[in-house]
């Protein structure tokens, strides 16, 4: 009997819990990895098309940022730095931020780095904000789409690299769908939350007066979420700063591949001076960012009174 | 009484997941409490019948949770009814398109919201404007109109506050130029002073009576308090768990009350402010001596009149023509309470 029943119970012991049997296992796993690996096989050409504007859009950016004289560089960034947030204390510690950088010899590796950040939320804000909007619409996509976010975010990120590796091979392309996977949860997720957020008795008010679907988006709710919508963006931004390192490993290039040398070669100064390079751009982007948002937020609430 | 602007026939609205096949219940007589016991679904409106005519005020009251919200909001169809009619201007609104109905939105029904709802995005000016400009005005236009309403409630300099540097009064005022800016016929008022305090409300209602003086829209009217609807109704529906157990004029209400529920209600009122001489007086071709006072002269002010020219009997006209005299002591039994007497009779019961 014990022969053909799926778990032996003459070998089952209280210390172990039944497992499938080795054999099998291999097998699951074999089938697994041969399939994927057919599948890159018959479609890895086409998915790659796709994405080849992508990465030349990529690099080209990284090289115009390269290419720019650092004096036209750091007058642009303490522009945008000042706009966003009106404080010239911010524009100045940007300025001094990059100065450093340039000092220790990081420039290049930056600039790829901060190529790579702005491509990734630009693409994140792209897909994650209509997404969200669908999800604020519809309790179905909803209930669909936030288990996926979930797993998205906890899911350790050296496992979805090993697909898109395979599916890709090496490149910037590649660390950029990686980045775009880790950092793109809370873009979505906050606006669902913002425009769901949205005061019900506003609504009905656009509602009374006839608006139409599209009125009722780009009136009251984008606008009265964008609070919300621009905390996603502040964590899209710090969530993509934080793949840099991860990203290197398959070819994102920028301040990460030091890091990782340094790692492998117990370099400790090339590590900290490259790490604290990314702590100063994640600060400068996160605080302009935040400031930014606040700004739209004072802007809309008034002041005294009810 | 020309055709009535708004009619609201047999409507029916039941809350739960089976809504349709409740109304059969409910025909068939059971009540709101037997009906959420029986089925787990909770009536809110039953069976509403009422005639709106044009260019006049509709109070519609009851407390809360009698279903006068969920009442007005069938009107320009917020709330899908479960059963019923509601034809305005001689087309039934539930049955419109999505279209048509966007339109009448825009068009021919504008709201005031209890909570003011103004979009706190936007200026002051750009919520004036909110209505107009989704009816596709050209900017300019919609610029004059939003000014122009602004100014007639009186909000002229605050153009470009936002609505949470308002009071509430004021931004009740943005809330009721909102409205009055698309133009429409029907105006549609969801509690629209009841979260003003008492003297602001007073204002407000004096402001909405001076602009409907010029104005005769079709307005619809809902509160939970009997002064207020006393004060501006040119007619009142009496609303009771979704049930409208009376409608008439603001006389008939309090001299005519048409069952306890309302009796109760009109208790605490000041009847000299709603009374007019007319129900009270004895009818006459010839004219008295004392001073002449129209019909519908509420009881406390022709009392005033009868005192300061001191005199104990006064003319009632009707369009310059003597119809009647009153005394003062017909007026002051007019005022009197009729409780006090019902009052007795529940003590021998």
Redesign the interface.
């Not at chain 1, 609070?227 to 931004?237: K, R």
């Not at chain 1, 840099?244 to 900290?272: D, W």
């Not at chain 2, 219940?25 to 009906?35: V, Y």
């Not at chain 2, 989704?134 to 002229?156: C, N």
């Given at each position: 009997m014990a022969s053909d029943s799926i778990i032996d119970w003459s070998k089952l012991t209280w210390i172990d819990p039944p497992t499938m049997g080795r054999q099998d296992l291999r097998d699951v796993k074999k089938s697994i990895d041969g399939s994927f690996r057919e599948f890159t096989r018959a479609n890895g050409e086409w998915i790659e098309a796709i994405f080849d504007p992508l990465q030349s859009f990529l690099v080209w950016f990284e090289k115009v940022m390269i290419a720019t004289p650092w004096p036209l560089f750091l007058i642009i960034v303490a522009g945008l730095a000042y706009y966003g947030s009106r404080s010239w204390k911010l524009a100045l510690a940007t300025v001094a931020s990059f100065l450093f950088i340039g000092w220790l010899d990081m420039w290049e590796d930056t600039m790829a780095t901060v190529a790579m950040v702005s491509v990734s939320t630009m693409l994140c804000i792209a897909f994650g904000i209509p997404l969200g909007v669908w999800m604020s619409r519809s309790d179905r996509v909803q209930s669909i789409v936030v288990p996926i976010l979930d797993v998205m975010q906890t899911i350790p990120s050296f496992v979805y690299l090993i697909p898109v590796v395979m599916l890709l091979g090496i490149g910037k392309a590649p660390a950029l769908i990686a980045v775009m996977i880790y950092a793109i949860p809370p873009i979505v997720r906050l606006t669902n939350l913002g425009i769901r957020l949205v005061?019900k008795?506003?609504l009905?008010?656009?509602?009374?007066?006839?608006?139409?679907k599209r009125?009722r988006l780009w009136?009251?709710q984008i606008?009265?979420a964008l609070p919300n919508i621009f905390a996603g963006v502040n964590q899209t931004i710090m969530m993509a700063l934080a793949m840099v390192v991860i990203a290197a490993m398959i070819g994102a290039g920028g301040l990460g591949t030091p890091v990782l040398r340094a790692v492998n070669n117990q370099y400790l100064a090339l590590g900290m001076f490259n790490g604290l390079a990314i702590v100063a751009i994640a600060i400068i982007f996160d605080r302009v960012s935040q400031a930014y948002g606040k700004r739209l937020q004072k802007?809309?609430?008034?002041?005294?009174?009810? | 009484m020309s055709e009535p602007k708004v009619q609201i026939k047999n409507l029916y609205k039941i809350f739960g997941r089976r809504p349709a096949d409740m109304v059969q219940h409910i025909e068939n007589g059971m009540s709101k409490p037997e009906l959420l016991d029986a089925h787990g679904h909770v009536l809110g409106l039953n069976n509403n019948n009422l005639d709106i005519p044009a260019r006049g005020i509709q109070v519609i009251m009851g407390l809360s949770g009698s279903g006068k919200s969920t009442l007005i909001r069938h009107i320009n169809r917020l709330i899908e009814p479960t059963a019923g009619q509601m034809i305005v201007d001689g087309e039934d609104v539930l049955q419109m398109s999505e279209a048509t109905l966007r339109d009448f939105r825009r068009f021919k029904a504008s709201m005031v919201f209890q909570k003011f709802a103004l979009m706190p995005h936007h200026t002051v000016i750009e919520n004036v404007r909110y209505g107009v400009d989704i009816q596709g005005v050209a900017a300019p236009e919609a610029a004059d109109r939003a000014q122009y309403w602004l100014e007639r409630v009186g909000l002229k300099g605050f153009e470009q506050h936002y609505p949470a540097q308002l009071s509430g009064g004021m931004q009740q005022r943005v809330g009721l130029a909102r409205a009055l800016a698309t133009d429409a016929e029907i105006l549609l008022m969801d509690e629209a002073f009841s979260a003003l305090d008492p003297l602001i409300r007073t204002d407000m209602q004096n402001v909405l009576l001076d602009l409907q003086e010029e104005l005769h829209k079709t307005i619809i009217f809902i509160t939970h308090d009997l002064d207020e609807a006393l004060r501006i109704g040119d007619n009142i529906a009496i609303l009771r768990d979704g049930k409208m157990v009376q409608s008439g004029n603001p006389q008939d209400i309090v001299l005519h009350p048409a069952d306890d529920y309302v009796t109760d209600f009109i208790q605490d009122i000041n009847r000299a402010r709603v009374l007019q001489v007319g129900t009270a007086m004895t009818p006459a071709k010839k004219p008295c001596d004392g001073p002449k006072i129209p019909h519908d002269t509420i009881i406390e002010q022709a009392l005033q009149t009868c005192v300061d020219s001191h005199v104990e009997t006064a003319t009632v006209t009707k369009d310059g023509k003597t119809v009647g005299s009153i005394t003062m002591d017909q007026m002051v039994r007019a005022i009197a309470r009729p409780e006090a007497v019902s009052a007795d009779d529940a003590n021998y019961r």
């Amino acid at each position: 009997m014990a022969s053909d029943s799926i778990i032996d119970w003459s070998k089952l012991t209280w210390i172990d819990p039944p497992t499938m049997g080795r054999q099998d296992l291999r097998d699951v796993k074999k089938s697994i990895d041969g399939s994927f690996r057919e599948f890159t096989r018959a479609n890895g050409e086409w998915i790659e098309a796709i994405f080849d504007p992508l990465q030349s859009f990529l690099v080209w950016f990284e090289k115009v940022m390269i290419a720019t004289p650092w004096p036209l560089f750091l007058i642009i960034v303490a522009g945008l730095a000042y706009y966003g947030s009106r404080s010239w204390k911010l524009a100045l510690a940007t300025v001094a931020s990059f100065l450093f950088i340039g000092w220790l010899d990081m420039w290049e590796d930056t600039m790829a780095t901060v190529a790579m950040v702005s491509v990734s939320t630009m693409l994140c804000i792209a897909f994650g904000i209509p997404l969200g909007v669908w999800m604020s619409r519809s309790d179905r996509v909803q209930s669909i789409v936030v288990p996926i976010l979930d797993v998205m975010q906890t899911i350790p990120s050296f496992v979805y690299l090993i697909p898109v590796v395979m599916l890709l091979g090496i490149g910037k392309a590649p660390a950029l769908i990686a980045v775009m996977i880790y950092a793109i949860p809370p873009i979505v997720r906050l606006t669902n939350l913002g425009i769901r957020l949205v005061d019900k008795d506003t609504l009905e008010a656009a509602d009374a007066f006839g608006a139409s679907k599209r009125e009722r988006l780009w009136g009251v709710q984008i606008p009265l979420a964008l609070p919300n919508i621009f905390a996603g963006v502040n964590q899209t931004i710090m969530m993509a700063l934080a793949m840099v390192v991860i990203a290197a490993m398959i070819g994102a290039g920028g301040l990460g591949t030091p890091v990782l040398r340094a790692v492998n070669n117990q370099y400790l100064a090339l590590g900290m001076f490259n790490g604290l390079a990314i702590v100063a751009i994640a600060i400068i982007f996160d605080r302009v960012s935040q400031a930014y948002g606040k700004r739209l937020q004072k802007h809309r609430e008034g002041g005294h009174g009810v | 009484m020309s055709e009535p602007k708004v009619q609201i026939k047999n409507l029916y609205k039941i809350f739960g997941r089976r809504p349709a096949d409740m109304v059969q219940h409910i025909e068939n007589g059971m009540s709101k409490p037997e009906l959420l016991d029986a089925h787990g679904h909770v009536l809110g409106l039953n069976n509403n019948n009422l005639d709106i005519p044009a260019r006049g005020i509709q109070v519609i009251m009851g407390l809360s949770g009698s279903g006068k919200s969920t009442l007005i909001r069938h009107i320009n169809r917020l709330i899908e009814p479960t059963a019923g009619q509601m034809i305005v201007d001689g087309e039934d609104v539930l049955q419109m398109s999505e279209a048509t109905l966007r339109d009448f939105r825009r068009f021919k029904a504008s709201m005031v919201f209890q909570k003011f709802a103004l979009m706190p995005h936007h200026t002051v000016i750009e919520n004036v404007r909110y209505g107009v400009d989704i009816q596709g005005v050209a900017a300019p236009e919609a610029a004059d109109r939003a000014q122009y309403w602004l100014e007639r409630v009186g909000l002229k300099g605050f153009e470009q506050h936002y609505p949470a540097q308002l009071s509430g009064g004021m931004q009740q005022r943005v809330g009721l130029a909102r409205a009055l800016a698309t133009d429409a016929e029907i105006l549609l008022m969801d509690e629209a002073f009841s979260a003003l305090d008492p003297l602001i409300r007073t204002d407000m209602q004096n402001v909405l009576l001076d602009l409907q003086e010029e104005l005769h829209k079709t307005i619809i009217f809902i509160t939970h308090d009997l002064d207020e609807a006393l004060r501006i109704g040119d007619n009142i529906a009496i609303l009771r768990d979704g049930k409208m157990v009376q409608s008439g004029n603001p006389q008939d209400i309090v001299l005519h009350p048409a069952d306890d529920y309302v009796t109760d209600f009109i208790q605490d009122i000041n009847r000299a402010r709603v009374l007019q001489v007319g129900t009270a007086m004895t009818p006459a071709k010839k004219p008295c001596d004392g001073p002449k006072i129209p019909h519908d002269t509420i009881i406390e002010q022709a009392l005033q009149t009868c005192v300061d020219s001191h005199v104990e009997t006064a003319t009632v006209t009707k369009d310059g023509k003597t119809v009647g005299s009153i005394t003062m002591d017909q007026m002051v039994r007019a005022i009197a309470r009729p409780e006090a007497v019902s009052a007795d009779d529940a003590n021998y019961r």
